[in-house]
């Protein structure tokens, strides 16, 4: 038996093919994923502080949810007339946590919400502020340009792949040529 020379598994050719198909699913997936990563972007770009809604309401109970790995999702703040707020996990730190957990029963907050989220961007009491605005303010820009960042990636990714589309040459086998020569002689 005759071996061609470096058969072996390390000279054949990579197949790095793409079908168009599968090209323009994953074009279309990271075009959608783009325009979700633009939508982050603007919802947590800063505003003024005249632009957020005011609220005060009396403290019930609050809620701090995580997410995976343990790590902060959200807090959320209950009050007396059956309503609650968020606060992003991005902005709770340590400090906050721990002020939020001894806040008592019935105590007054006074709040600052994003319009264009539905976040608490600054909370305090009568006595002390818990969250400063600038703080919230600027985690939410940090979290809202990696956000962006991750969408030009998947941007690049979309045109990466709608090029592949373009240029991808559908090979045509010999059952495919089977099959056309037996529809052009009528059987």
Not at 8 to 23: E, F, Q, V
Request: hydrophobic share 40%; glycine share 4%.
């Amino acid at each position: 038996m005759k071996q061609k020379f470096m058969s072996n598994k390390w000279s054949r050719k990579n197949n790095h093919d793409i079908s168009r198909p599968r090209a323009i699913f994953i074009a279309v997936l990271s075009l959608l994923m783009t325009l979700i990563s633009a939508k982050v972007f603007l919802t947590n770009s800063p505003i003024d502080k005249s632009e957020a809604i005011e609220k005060t309401a009396v403290f019930d109970f609050c809620d701090i949810q995580y997410g995976k790995n343990f790590s902060l999702a959200y807090a959320v703040l209950f009050f007396e007339n059956a309503e609650e707020e968020y606060i992003r996990g991005i902005c709770v730190n340590q400090d906050l946590r721990k002020d939020i957990e001894a806040i008592k029963k019935g105590t007054e907050l006074h709040m600052l919400i994003n319009p264009r989220n539905n976040y608490i961007i600054e909370l305090r009491t009568s006595t002390a502020e818990l969250l400063n605005f600038d703080y919230a303010q600027n985690k939410l820009r940090q979290e809202g340009v990696s956000f962006l960042y991750l969408g030009i990636f998947m941007l690049a990714l979309c045109g990466y792949f709608v090029y592949k589309a373009i240029t991808t040459k559908e090979r045509i086998t010999k059952a495919d040529i089977k099959f056309y020569w037996n529809i052009m002689r009528g059987k």
